[in-house]
């Protein structure tokens, strides 16, 4: 959970400040959508997926954000596979800053949502790349 999620259930957090960036109160949409490191992430995402850069408000945008690329429906499901790679290589990368106490790695999160996405595609999706 993210951590205005545990203040809401009335857990003591000692700073709601997002681990990643430091920036500004922690929330999911925060996460990944307005903090620095995820507007990295989605510029890279961006580039990958040959599209538009990303502009995305909350969570919800990221989940349709597939629906608004131009392109088959083949490009679509790539992009809609991207992105969910994106998303979980972030919210893993962000639970070892706070569970293992690990530094941030811009890189590793962008290197891990490709291969993910690489990996998911061959052997979930089916989609060509």
Known sequence: ????????????IQSMSCPMCGDTEESVDHLFTGCMVATILWQHVANWGNIQSIFVFSVDNLVRL???VEG???????????????????????????LKNKPVYVESILSNTTSYCRFWVKHRGGVVM
């Open 66 to 68: 597939h629906l608004s």
């Open 72 to 98: 088959g429906s083949e490009k679509r499901q790539w992009i809609h596979a991207l992105v969910y790679s994106a998303v979980s290589c972030l919210w893993n990368e962000r639970n070892a800053v706070v």
């Open 1 to 12: 959970m993210t951590r205005d999620a545990l203040a809401r259930r009335n857990v003591h």
